[in-house]
Nanobody, 117 residues
Framework: QVQLVESGGGLVQPGGSLRLSCAAS????????LGWHRQAPGKQRELVAR???????YYADSVKGRFTISRDTAKNTVYLQMNSLKPEDTAVYYC???????????WGQGTQVTVSS
């Protein structure tokens, strides 16, 4: 059974940094595209960053230059480094793993990020 567990969320002041982690169990990240999404209160879930297998990244315009997605294949973990955080980055952040052969999407339970002074 595939499980994704996020961690690293919390309360941070504007301009601060956080690093989110998403650890997988029951599978290997080597055959997935990986992503981070977020959902703010009253808004739809949106894609923040995506990392394709092998190479290739995508960032939403709102986070370009501030967020970085990366993976550690040996640890089966994907990260989202978030710098220069803004109040509008406040949301629940979800890790996503899309299996390239079974075409199944897996989601973590979410981790709250709050940017406030």
């Amino acid at each position: 059974q595939v499980q994704l567990v996020e961690s690293g969320g919390g309360l941070v002041q504007p301009g601060g940094s956080l690093r989110l982690s998403c650890a997988a169990s029951g599978t290997s990240f080597s055959t997935y595209n990986l992503g981070w999404h977020r959902q703010a209160p009253g808004k739809q879930r949106e894609l923040v960053a995506r990392l394709r297998r092998g190479s290739g990244t995508y960032y939403a315009d709102s986070v370009k230059g501030r967020f970085t997605i990366s993976r550690d294949t040996a640890k089966n973990t994907v990260y989202l480094q978030m710098n220069s955080l803004k109040p509008e980055d406040t949301a629940v952040y979800y890790c996503n793993a899309y299996h390239l052969y079974t075409l199944v999407d897996y989601w973590g339970q979410g981790t709250q990020v709050t940017v406030s002074s």
